[in-house]
């Protein structure tokens, strides 16, 4: 069965860090592109980060360029999202998804997606 697997996820002040992992279970990472997605209450679904599959190739929404960083260790079959700088506006239900191929982008939909986890960043 394949399977992805947040984790990470908690309440957090604003300017704090955490870092999001992604593990995958039942196929291997290798041969998949991964996006970080999030999603807050009553707002549509936005993307935030998505990595190839050599790594080589990221993107960013712009609103975390600068203060998130995905990467991804293949060997560990898992990916991350450290997230620097959180504001309350990062708020969110946060989703990782993988897509068979090498690069996906932000816009379009991937084949698996995990259940999430929460980040609340407030005081």
């Known amino acids: 069965q394949l399977q992805l697997v947040e984790s990470g996820g908690g309440l957090v002040q604003p300017g704090g860090s955490l870092r999001l992992s992604c593990a995958a279970s039942?196929?291997?990472?290798?041969?998949?592109?991964i996006g970080w997605f999030r999603q807050a209450p009553g707002k549509e679904r936005e993307g935030v980060s998505c990595?190839?599959?050599?790594?080589?190739?990221?993107n960013y929404a712009d609103s975390v360029k600068g203060r998130f960083t995905i990467s991804r260790d293949n060997a560990k079959n898992t990916v991350y999202l450290q997230m620097n700088s959180l504001k309350p506006e990062d708020t969110a239900v946060y989703y990782c998804?993988?897509?068979?191929?090498?690069?996906?982008?932000?816009?379009?939909?991937?084949?698996?997606w995990g259940q999430g986890t929460q980040v609340t960043v407030s005081s």
């Open positions: 039942g196929f291997t990472l290798d041969y998949y592109a």
């Open positions: 998804a993988a897509d068979y191929s090498d690069y996906k982008g932000l816009l379009y939909e991937y084949d698996y």
């Open positions: 990595i190839s599959t050599s790594g080589g190739s990221t």
